[in-house]
């Protein structure tokens, strides 16, 4: 670990509990929600995933950095190989920071690009500790300090935040693939990665990309996709009124992240918060009645509640760690929410239209 030219930092959590490292990236002190984050690799994708908007990420994997930060890769005007156009984490907890850093894509080093997305980091801590202390206590509020600097009196908690409205888009965008679109849909922006949209463009369907408050029943698509966002359940009224109005019409909706538990909530059922959420690469998700096992990329903090369901909506899938909910489905009908992506989701629904 080289921490020549390193200042010394603190990360400070809610109960004063204390974990002294060091300074990388950006200089200021920062406060969020502390969670961790068992992914292994991808942490370009994870620092500008929506998702975690305000989140402060503490990686079990204990080496970050190595091989840099890679240049924009744009494919049918969708960025692929970052989550989206900026930075959304509040902070990065690592235990070791790789200084040198070696990749045929990379353009900087992970401290440069974090400097200059104003993301404070701190390495040389012990990430297991803090780890478990987020198993036995659930996530919790924290704050990153670097020598020098006065701690935050009032930590920021983005549990009381809109982050939905923060991070969706402003106005309407379109995106087309190369070739004749097979299917439109109509993708409700609740905090959408690139990887959806860039997923959807390559199955050959036209995207129409509306802000999260957005009345999408006035478009005609062939499908209505609720795309994944921050954990923000309290404050989109507005969008759960309009999906109220798209399950009257029986259009086909697939929910996907937090727009999986908007459409639990516009249906009847109800959602709670998991004791630590479920964030990372390796979630292991079981099909409903088979032995069908698939190991899935996630980051979310609610999930719904099967047994609130009303009549005619089935569970379709479940964590295997857990148990909790992961998928679930409407009878006789094209609805899911899923709070997961990969081809079993996309395929399930899209065959099903």
């Not at 292994?40 to 994708?45: D, H, K, L, T, V």
């Not at 500790?129 to 987020?134: C, D, M, Q």
């Not at 923060?166 to 609740?190: F, G, L, R």
């Not at 009645?289 to 719904?304: G, L, P, R, V």
């Amino acid at each position: 670990m080289n921490r020549l030219n390193s200042n010394k930092s603190i990360l400070k959590l809610y109960n004063s509990l204390e974990f002294q490292g060091y300074s990388f990236g950006n200089t200021e002190a920062c406060s969020g929600e502390v969670v961790f984050s068992t992914a292994a690799f991808g942490f370009p994708e994870t620092l500008t995933d929506p998702c975690c908007e305000g989140k402060i990420i503490c990686l079990t994997y204990p080496l970050a950095g190595n091989y840099g930060a890679p240049a924009e890769q744009i494919i049918s005007s969708i960025v692929r190989n970052y989550e989206s156009s900026q930075a959304h984490v509040a902070g990065l907890i690592v235990a070791d920071y790789s200084f040198e850093y070696s990749h045929w894509n990379a353009v900087c080093s992970l401290d440069q690009w974090m400097k200059e997305h104003k993301i404070p980091g701190i390495y040389g801590v012990d990430t297991r500790a803090i780890t478990k202390f987020i198993r036995d206590n659930g996530s919790c509020l924290g704050q990153i300090v670097p020598q020098g600097l006065n701690p935050i009196e009032n930590l920021y908690d983005p549990n009381t935040v809109d982050l939905v409205s923060k991070v969706s888009c402003k106005e309407i965008i379109n995106y087309n693939p190369t070739s004749k679109a097979a299917k439109k849909v109509v993708v409700v922006d609740c905090g959408v990665r690139n990887s959806t949209l860039g997923t959807l463009i390559d199955r050959n369907i036209a995207v129409t990309r509306v802000p999260y408050d957005y009345d999408f029943n006035t478009l005609e698509c062939d499908a209505v996709v609720l795309s994944s966002g921050p954990d923000s359940k309290l404050f989109c009224q507005k969008t759960i009124n309009n999906i109220k109005v798209t399950l009257a019409a029986d259009k086909p909706v697939l929910g996907l992240g937090v727009g999986a538990l908007f459409l639990a909530i516009a249906s009847g059922a109800s959602v709670y918060k998991l004791p630590f959420g479920h964030h990372s690469d390796n979630q292991p998700v079981r099909v409903d009645e088979t032995n069908k096992c698939y190991i899935t990329s996630q980051f979310h903090n609610y999930t719904a509640d099967e047994k609130s369901f009303p009549q005619g909506w089935n569970k379709l899938c479940s964590n295997l760690n857990d148990d909790s909910l992961e998928a679930f489905r409407k009878e006789a009908a094209p609805v899911m929410g899923c709070l997961f992506e990969n081809d079993f989701v996309y395929d399930l629904f899209f065959n099903a239209l």
